[in-house]
């Protein structure tokens, strides 16, 4: 069955980094857009990023735009964010998000905490 798994969530300092990881598995991944969303506590879930299929173009909402980079890495079915320079603010659950016009999939989360 298809599944989205995050990892690499956590405890970081404000200015510090963290690098998540999304491994997806039951579904032609290279197919599918991939994006990153976060949802803080009583907060609507927002969009973070996205990568095409092929991983050669990225976009970024505002708020993480020069700071969190996101990738992709089709022979692995993974996709990576980079987040530096992390603010309180940034503290949320961060879930992977795989897009195709027919089908479309979430994974569980896994939480970043940013603070001092």
């Known amino acids: 069955q298809v599944q989205l798994v995050e990892s ?3 405890l970081v300092q404000p ?3 963290l690098r998540l990881s999304c491994v ?3 579904f032609t991944f290279s197919s599918y857009e991939m994006q990153w969303y976060r949802q803080a506590p009583g907060k609507q879930r927002e969009w973070v ?3 095409n299929p ?3 173009t990225t976009r970024y909402s505002d708020s993480v735009k020069g700071r969190f ?3 992709r890495d089709n022979g692995n079915n993974t996709v990576h964010l980079q987040m530096v320079s992390l603010k309180p ?3 949320a659950v961060y879930y992977c998000y795989a897009y195709t016009l027919r089908s479309n999939y979430w994974g569980q989360g896994t939480q970043v905490t ?3």
């Open 114 to 116: 940013v603070s001092s």
């Open 69 to 71: 980079t996101m990738s």
């Open 89 to 91: 603010e940034d503290t």
């Open 24 to 26: 997806a598995s039951g």
């Open 8 to 10: 690499g969530g956590g």
């Open 49 to 51: 990023a996205t990568a």
């Open 54 to 56: 092929r991983g050669d």
């Open 15 to 17: 200015g510090g980094s």
